[in-house]
């Protein structure tokens, strides 16, 4: 069974920085490109992030370049999301994604996690 488990958010003053991981199982993760989304409340599904296969290419947003890094272990069938710098818009529910063999910045249907809520707040 496909599963995809998001944790690390919470609640963080503006400049914080947060590390979200996405912990992986029933599937390799190592052939798949994995893509972090975000949703806030009455907003589009917006694609943030995307690792490849290897780790060797990865794609960002412009609202989180320069702020947001994407990393991934794929022993520990782990990819992880570190938030920088992280501003009031931030806010949203974050969660993972396959995005297939390579990044395309659409989630599989049915291949994602839950989420974890990012609030960015004084």
């Known amino acids: 069974q496909v599963q995809l488990v998001e944790s690390g958010g919470g609640l963080v003053q503006p400049g914080g920085s947060l590390n979200l991981t996405c912990v992986v199982s029933?599937?390799?993760?190592?052939?798949?490109?994995i893509g972090w989304f975000r949703q806030a409340p009455g907003k589009e599904r917006e694609g943030v992030s995307c690792?490849?296969?290897?780790?060797?290419?990865?794609v960002y947003a412009d609202t989180v370049k320069g702020r947001f890094f994407i990393s991934r272990d794929n022993p520990k069938n782990t990819v992880y999301l570190e938030m920088n710098s992280l501003k009031p818009e931030d806010t949203a529910v974050y969660y993972c994604a396959i995005e297939g063999y390579t990044c395309s910045g659409d989630a599989v249907p049915g291949h994602r996690g839950q989420g974890t809520q990012v609030t960015v707040s004084s």
């Open positions: 690792i490849s296969t290897g780790g060797g290419s990865t």
């Open positions: 029933g599937f390799p993760l190592a052939n798949y490109a």
